[in-house]
T-cell receptor, first 115, second 114 residues
Framework: DSGVTQTPKHLITATGQRVTLRCSPR?????VYWYQQSLDQGLQFLIQ???????AKGNILERFSAQQFPDLHSELNLSSLELGDSALYFC??????????????FGPGTRLTVL | AQKVTQAQTEISVVEKEDVTLDCVYE???????LFWYKQPPSGELVFLIR??????QNEISGRYSWNFQKSTSSFNFTITASQVVDSAVYFC???????????FGSGTKLNVKP
């Protein structure tokens, strides 16, 4: 158990809908990262937040957005969902801003199925 | 550009066999970090090891060992006396020195049969 929690574990929804994925980092970790894992794209970095502010951006679609709250939990919002958004979404956390010896610890993931 | 290649898509071994998972990386940076993560059938990603580019010492942890060779840009992972519980997808990843983005390989699925 990495100490990173994600809810829900599974989510089934329809095209065009909007969903919110939630992540609580390990105690004391200031950074939260979001990743998408799909069969065709592999593991893709989406976005990082550090202490409430966006720190780094990866291959995140404009239909997706994220935020990190004062208590350091984070939410990933996915809107206008398409079939291709079906994937496993991971949250990871690290103690610092990333870089150097900072190591990311991953949560169990949320499996999103868009029908 | 950064790139991680795990050429072995899937490997099957019989329990107690040794197995090596290959990882080859590309980077022009002198400071970088290499990682291995394990993804068991349950789906979570489990951190196994981090190695920085200045430390080429091999590391052993129980049945796991890692061989880092800068000359060949490789960071291979060996499991000795494999067990069924080792069955998982293993990912190698690269991160530039002071940046946050991970570059993951495509993963190697290891099947350990009893």
């Amino acid at each position: 158990d990495s100490g990173v929690t994600q809810t829900p574990k599974h989510l089934i929804t329809a095209t065009g809908q909007r969903v919110t994925l939630r992540c609580s980092p390990r105690s004391g970790d200031l950074s939260v990262y979001w990743y998408q894992q799909s069969l065709d794209q592999g593991l893709q970095f989406l976005i990082q937040y550090y202490n409430g502010e966006e720190r780094a951006k990866g291959n995140i679609l404009e239909r997706f957005s994220a935020q990190q709250f004062p208590d350091l939990h984070s939410e990933l919002n996915l809107s206008s969902l398409e079939l291709g958004d079906s994937a496993l979404y991971f949250c990871a956390s690290s103690p610092l801003a990333g870089g150097g010896t900072d190591t990311q610890y991953f949560g169990p993931g949320t499996r999103l199925t868009v029908l | 550009a950064q790139k991680v290649t795990q050429a072995q898509t899937e490997i099957s071994v019989v329990e107690k066999e040794d197995v090596t998972l290959d990882c080859v990386y590309e980077t022009r940076d002198t400071t970088y970090y290499l990682f291995w993560y394990k993804q068991p059938p349950s789906g979570e990603l489990v951190f196994l090891i981090r190695r920085n580019s200045f430390d080429e010492q091999n590391e052993i942890s129980g049945r796991y060992s890692w061989n880092f060779q800068k000359s060949t840009s490789s960071f291979n992972f060996t499991i000795t006396a494999s067990q069924v519980v080792d069955s998982a997808v293993y990912f190698c990843a690269l991160r530039k020195g002071n940046f946050n983005k991970f570059y993951f390989g495509s993963g190697t699925k290891l099947n350990v049969k009893p």
